[in-house]
């Protein structure tokens, strides 16, 4: 194999840990205001993060400028664990500052760090904290912020800022963002990634401001707004959603952003511009629409008549017909768009309502979003090829294409999305047998496959919450070490679709071109 460039993966790994000690120092910021005893590890992490860095640039840069493919996956993988582990340090340094008898103490062990940084930056929004209003406000808003920094992906913004630094930008931006293709917005790949990051800065002041005036304190919106524009799911309240249950407004608002956190991005951008038509035109996005449309009618429907009418005609009142509909919307678009937020527990419904939710687990997002899955862009391809394949039975020397937005689909690229799900449900099924076994040993039960199938395909498509023992309001910290670090691998496997990590492991990827 032709010699990679070590400094310029080392070089780039140090821009990342600047742009982490960024946010460190704004969490300080934070620990000041509110004055929780957590200024000094903040401030040494951040410095600490911050010096590393700045020695890492420093030493490569002579560096070459350009990189290829095969280092522009190799950046994103070393990037994203650099990432981790300099997001474990606040954790770690505030146990100097704080009780032993802390929940921070209590909790602690590394596995149980990493577990909680990974749950962040993949924007997958489990966590081993039972009693999160007992975190200092400093971490609470951390944890919001490895959700908003990991959501729409840090490598993106380092690709915004790369033309300062001499470096191109596009092997890095198709390794790290989702999706089988990323919409382009403007010919500089830097630009796109810059445009992204402006949508997305301005939608999470923009909800915030509304979550405030909605009810929520300025803490809780700003870090509401990071977590849910990020298709995450941490929450600065035990109960989560749950606690502004009786605030319609903001769970109506909070529909908005995961419906946009799921949403292609680059389509966002022409939103704003006011570009409708083109938007509409996407079939992505017009397939995203109908598939939340229906979903949540036919939940609807279940809801309406079986749970909230209680016993006779009578109750079905606009109150009942509001309230099925807001919850069933809310739902449907939380675990569709991976953000996983519950207003109320709904594994507590009808089974279907639960067979529902759980194959929305595999359905995720749009391409080129905040959300994880396997997108919807995928799921529309292999319909329309399965469909074509009717025709090529009966027309076996006919050459029928797959037609997306007008136009036919390469080939190679109808192979690589129906490999794509090939690797998701082997992967899914692999590791829910592995999950079992680690956390249950060879005694398990039935309830405990279901539980291992459930929270395992939640962890790779990095939704947050399963169904049943590991169900939404519930925590991870009865889970041994051993499938903490097995769901630490899923997720980050999961946020960078599959093959960016898995192809590291194939020889190919090692061979001389």
């Known amino acids: 194999m032709k010699s990679l460039n070590i400094k310029v993966i080392l070089n780039l790994s140090g821009v990342l840990l600047l ?6 120092f704004i969490a300080t910021c934070v620990s000041i205001y509110f004055n929780d005893h957590l200024l000094y590890p903040f401030l040494v992490s951040g410095s600490l993060v911050g010096l ?10 002579d560096r070459r400028k350009h990189i290829n493919k095969r280092e522009g996956y190799i950046v994103v993988c070393v990037g994203w664990l650099f990432l981790i582990l300099s997001g474990c340090l606040p954790y770690v340094t505030s146990l100097i500052f704080l009780p032993n008898d802390h929940i921070i103490n209590e909790n602690f062990s590394f596995v149980n760090i990493i577990y909680e940084t990974v749950s962040g930056y993949t924007a997958t929004g489990t966590s081993i904290y039972d009693d999160v209003e007992s975190l200092p406000k400093s971490i609470l808003f951390w944890r919001s912020t490895t959700n908003w920094i990991g959501g729409m992906g840090i490598i993106v913004l380092t690709i915004a800022i790369l033309p300062f630094l001499g470096i191109g930008g596009r092997q890095l931006f198709m390794a790290e963002a989702p999706g089988i293709y990323t919409d382009k917005i403007h010919p500089r790949i830097t630009e796109t990634a810059k445009n992204l990051w402006l949508v997305y800065l301005g ?30 799911g941490f929450s600065t309240k035990n109960e989560g959603l749950m606690y502004w249950n009786n605030n319609v407004f903001i769970q109506y608002v909070l529909i908005v952003m995961m419906f946009l956190g799921g949403t292609n991005f680059a389509l966002i951008y022409l939103l704003i511009k006011g570009q409708f038509k083109k938007v509409w035109k996407n079939e992505e996005f017009r397939w995203w629409v109908g598939l939340l449309a229906v979903v949540t009618f036919i939940v609807f429907v ?3 008549f079986n749970i909230y009418p209680s016993y006779s005609v009578e109750t079905y009142s606009w109150f009942n017909f509001e309230h099925s509909f807001r919850s069933s919307l809310f739902h449907v678009v939380s675990i569709a768009s991976t953000t996983a937020l519950a207003m109320e527990d709904y594994t507590s419904w009808l089974t279907v309502t639960t067979l529902i939710f759980f194959s929305l687990f595999f359905i995720g997002g749009s391409a080129g979003s905040t959300s994880g899955g396997i997108t919807v862009i995928r799921h529309v391809i292999l319909l329309k090829n399965s469909w074509i394949e009717f025709k090529r039975i009966l027309h076996p020397n006919a050459i029928i294409p797959v037609r997306y937005n007008n136009r ?16 998701f449900m082997f992967t899914w099924i692999v ?6 076994l680690l956390n249950y040993g060879i005694t398990m039960s039935f309830q405990d496959i279901l539980a291992s199938l459930t929270l395992t395909a939640s962890t790779l498509g990095n939704v947050g919450p399963g169904i049943g023992e590991f169900g939404p309001g519930t925590s991870m910290n009865s889970l041994t070490d051993n499938a903490k670090l097995l769901c630490c691998f899923l997720m980050v496997l999961g946020r960078l679709e599959l093959y960016t990590i898995l192809i590291l492991f194939t020889p190919a990827f090692w061979k001389n071109n």
């Not at 742009?19 to 460190?24: C, E, R, T, V």
């Not at 915030?208 to 990020?230: K, Q, R, T």
């Open 408 to 423: 036919s689909l390469n080939q190679s690229i109808v192979f690589h999305v129906m490999a794509f799900f090939v690797m």
């Open 19 to 24: 742009l982490n000690a960024l946010f460190m």
């Open 203 to 232: 939608l999470t002041a923009f909800f915030a401001i509304l979550l405030y005036f909605g009810g929520m304190n300025l803490f809780d919106a700003a870090n509401h707004s990071m977590s849910v524009i990020a298709t995450a």
């Open 52 to 61: 590393s860095g700045a020695a890492m640039m420093y030493f490569t840069r």
């Open 431 to 436: 590791s829910s047998i592995l999950f079992a």
């Open 302 to 304: 279940v809801l309406f």
